[in-house]
């Protein structure tokens, strides 16, 4: 199997700085990309920043300037710097991977089971 485990999140002012992680595990053969996703209560599921293995990034104009995604490789890990927040930006925080286990067949979807992070205003 395969587990993304997320940690980092928390509460912090309006202005703040938090720093999220997410490692995967389990029998992986190769990953395609990772991705950080949030929802906030009532709204859908919305996408915050992406990179793939080749290290192509992918922001929303909504945190572009103030979020950055790195990932170490080698460890499967995937990291979310988050400068400048702001309430709007309070949200549970999931990590994603697309990988596949083998080396043949499909690339899949998996998810972290969140964090939650509040911004004060």
């Known amino acids: 199997q395969v587990q993304l485990v997320e940690s980092g999140g928390g509460l912090v002012q309006a202005g703040g700085s938090l720093r999220l992680s997410c490692a995967a595990s389990?029998?992986?053969?190769?990953?395609?990309?990772m991705a950080w996703y949030r929802q906030a209560p009532g709204k859908q599921r919305e996408l915050v920043a992406s990179?793939?293995?080749?290290?192509?990034?992918n922001n929303p104009d909504s945190v572009k300037g103030r979020f950055t995604i790195s990932t170490i490789n080698a460890a499967n890990t995937v990291y979310l710097q988050m400068n400048s927040l702001k309430p709007e930006d309070t949200a549970v925080y999931y990590c994603?991977?697309?990988?596949?286990?083998?080396?043949?067949?499909?690339?899949?979807?998996?998810w972290g089971q969140g964090t939650q992070v509040t911004v004060s205003s």
């Open positions: 389990g029998r992986i053969f190769s990953v395609a990309s």
């Open positions: 994603n991977a697309r990988l596949r286990r083998f080396s043949v067949g499909p690339y899949s979807d998996y």
């Open positions: 990179i793939t293995s080749g290290g192509s990034t």
